[in-house]
């Protein structure tokens, strides 16, 4: 039950001179919600798209499901699903026509994409909404049709950038539900973050300062070390210019 | 491959769905063909001429009326000196100018031979050859009228030119005849490859593109899904504006059309291909039309649709050889209009053949999932 | 104030930052204008001609020779009969042949007619128009010389070709492709860049800024001007430099006529953004309701007089077609504003007029 589903080591990123990921290491278990936490631009989305495959990292290197991520980059992708930080579905495209999509790109039979796509649709309540264009829909269930469409194909690890940004309370409740469920049958899930009371949800995280992991361990873990009461003080102790 | 299949309906969706889309992308092209080809000839109706008549005599009033007589001409200014001549030449009232010196008519009585003067504005190039022809066919049957007229002190017989002109594969001349083909070849690349080409540069915009890099589609199915809609769409525009053609022009099918239609669709791959490389290295739509517009412009100019390829420098021929319309159009006309068949355009279809296989291999291989 | 100018800093730097697209704005239109002035030739040279000669003497290889001199035509060869001429020019390796008569020496002696055949590939009609022309020329310059009898009345002609006395082609072309260009980066881009801002939702975020919906359009727009400008620089340049196009008006005439056909192309521009909402619609609108029509309908190409009346009157709204005539105006005959007051009179009115109309339309969809 404790295998690795992320092993990153020494994962660096340069842009010419400007280093975005410094070094990182880290790793994820099965079943594990993991956070990926930092300011904008701490470099926590260039590390996850070096995690996908999207982008090579320029030193070091990871393994996503059992897989690295530079040599065996299909094989990482059969396993994963993936929710970017801007909405990447069509939003000229029905509810619907977007999940059969994915789900031919997958390789699901057309029974399995009826079947997923009823079960799915019912869990975030947007069945009514089966034949609406993407684009008139809410922002709150955009985000949950998203995170359903990277959980179709029932992947191994999920990468989830920013999920809930820009979301109600109530909608980033119920999404975290989706997280525990999806983590409880073992899936990885690294979620990113600039929300720090999400943070308190994960199981273990790693707080990133100017592409480096300042900050890693379990929420209770993390703020023992810093002698702070919540995770927004460690945060803080962090960024402030001259923190240890 | 059933992935392909999944992509390719949402493409379509997509186009179809989005109604100022659909009707522009048929609508245009045809609009455009309907329109456009009246445009496109070069006949020259009847050029202005000004004729200034130093001499003022029979004989020069002779050549003035025949100048007017043939059709070829229409005798705007008629006047005795050079005065107003240079302005009406700068203004365009005249495109040309013959000037009849004094003295014409005893010349020609005494010598048999006599100067003329004709200025052409050369300003539009072309049509000057045509008009001096026009001057010198006109010129030369008064100069057989004046040698044999009775009265005459010597009347010299001598064997006249009887040259009979014969227009192959278009006897009527009608320009309409080779330009639709053209015209056809210019819209459909047009639009074929700008749609292909911007279609992946909007994904990489709006961020879709990224979900489709994460999942294991391989290359070879992105860009061969990326491709088949839009060859798709561009074939039925060129079938529609063949049948256009035919109804509405009375095109000529001297050859195989089912061999033109082979060829468009061997064709369309290289060029829908070109707007997918294309898209390969540029980030925006902006950039991509950008660059395509620039390229396809360069591609239809020295295609041989609009100037003739005969009259490029040698160097400029072999370039076009990499011109994959100019294969095509020499395609289209040599079977339409000529009635050739497979022996003739073996060789150019081969080339688009290869051309095609290798735009493709150069796309797939450029395109990369991960970012360097 | 300012707040206008840090707009257009902004713009300014997305372009610049942008190299692509930088670049290829600079150097595309120069590769073309380098292109086409020394590959695109509207005369016809290099036309393959056959001779069909059943008799062959003096007379008629001394035409043979006529047409070899000719740098306009290539002989490929003489046959005696007609019977490889189908192949030759449906194959296209024949665009015309000249068959003699039987014993055309001996006719030539006589005093009937002497029938020669002068057959050219029509296809197009437009080339096979002017190749015959020019084979008809010859033919008979030879055949008055050949048969000269002493009596016999001959004008002799001197012709001068006013304002391109070597009919260059890259004198019709450049000013042709300073338009199209200016078309495509005025009309096209701005077009494109201002629909943009709609499509990605960044406009609404202009919108609310202080900065007026007008100043917005300004802004995104002035670097096309700029770029604009620098690309006719470099086409009249390129043109002057390596081909000795020649400038025989005024230059700052010209340049301004340049900057007002660069307004008109912008203000096109802000009309066809109005009426579209995704970046491909506005595309394939200015593709169909500019570059074709300044392809086609302007002159550049297919001369105006040639075209059929309602078409010609089409052609009146086509700014391009102006534009051309007033550059050709001042470039190749020297004309000053003079003569071309009225062209330029109505350049003047398009742009206002489209300005007019963009705001209208800019105001409605804004609200």
Redesign the interface.
Known sequence: MSEIAIDARGLTRRFGKFVAVNDVTFHVAQGEVFGFLGANGAGKTTAMRMLIGLLAPSAGSATVAGHDVEHDAEAVRRRIGYMSQKFSLYDDLTVQENITLYGGIYGLSNAQIAQRTHALLGRIGLEHARTELVRRIPLGWKQQLALSVALLHEPKVVFLDEPTGGVDPITRRRFWELIYETAATGTAVLVTTHYLDEAEYCDRLSIMVDGAIAAMGTPAEVKDRFEATSLDEVFLRLTRPGAA | MRIILFLMRKEFLQVFR?K??VF??FF?PI??LL??T????????STALAVVDEDQTTVSGGLTQRLEGGGRFRVVRAQPTMAGIERA???REVTAVLRIPHGFEDD?VRE???????????????????V??????V??D???E??SLPGNT?I????????????????S???K??MVPALLVS?TT??GM??TA?NIA?EK??GTLDQLNVTPITKGQFITAKLLPFWILSLMIFAIGMIIGKLLFGIPTRGSVPLVFFAAAVYLVVALGIGLWIST???????T???S??IM??YL??SGL???I????PW?QW?AQFNPVKHFV?IM??VL????GW??VARPLAGLAVGGVAILALAIRKYSKQAQ | MSAFSGFVRKETYHILR?R??FW??LL?PL??VL??G???????????VAIVDPTPSTATRALAARFAASSRFQVMAVYPTTALLDAG????TL?QAIVLPRDAER????????????????????????M???A??I??RW??ES?A?????????????????T???V??FVPGLIA?VLT?ISA??TA??IT?EKE?GTMEMLLVSPLHPWAIVAGKVAPYVVMGFANVLLALGAARLVFGMPMRGNIVLLLSECLLYILTSLALGIVISTQ??????A???A??GL???TL??SGF???L????T??RL??NIVPARWFLLIV?GIM??G?GLA?LWRETVILFGMTALLLVMGARRLAIRLD
């Open positions: 989005d100022a889309s522009q992308i245009i609009v455009q329109v456009l009246q445009a496109a000839t070069f006949d020259i109706k030449l700068l203004d020609l048999r031979h006599a100067p003329l003067q004709l200025q052409l504005s050369a300003e539009e190039g072309a049509a000057a050859g045509i001096l022809a026009a001057a010198q066919a010129l030369g008064y100069a057989r004046l040698g010597r010299v017989r001598g064997p006249a030119l009887a040259i009979d002109t014969r227009g192959w594969f278009n006897p001349r009608n320009y005849h080779y819209l047009i639009i700008l749609l911007q909007r915009e709006l290295f540029t980030s925006t739509q902006q950039q039309m950008f660059v517009f620039f412009l360069i100019l020295m609009f100037t003739p005969d009259s490029m420098p400029a370039v020499f006309r040599s209009v000529k009635g050739a022996e003739t | 942008d692509q697209t290829i704005l595309m590769v073309q292109l086409f020394y590959a695109v030739r509207t005369d016809v040279s290099n036309v393959r020019f449906r194959s296209g665009r006719l030539m002696g006589g005093t009937g007619a002497v029938p020669i055949q002068l057959i050219t590939d029509a296809a197009d009609p437009n080339t096979g128009s002017v015959q022309a020019y008809t020329a033919i008979q055949f008055t048969t009898r002493p009596g016999g009345v001959r004008f002799d002609l001197s012709t001068r070709m006013r304002y391109n006395p009919l260059e082609s004198n019709l199209l495509i096209m881009m494109i860049s943009r990605t579209s909402s995704t970046q491909r619609t595309m394939i609108a593709l169909a570059l074709l029509p086609m309908l190409i297919f001369p007089e040639s075209m059929p309602p078409l089409l052609t050709r190749v005959k004309a003569t």
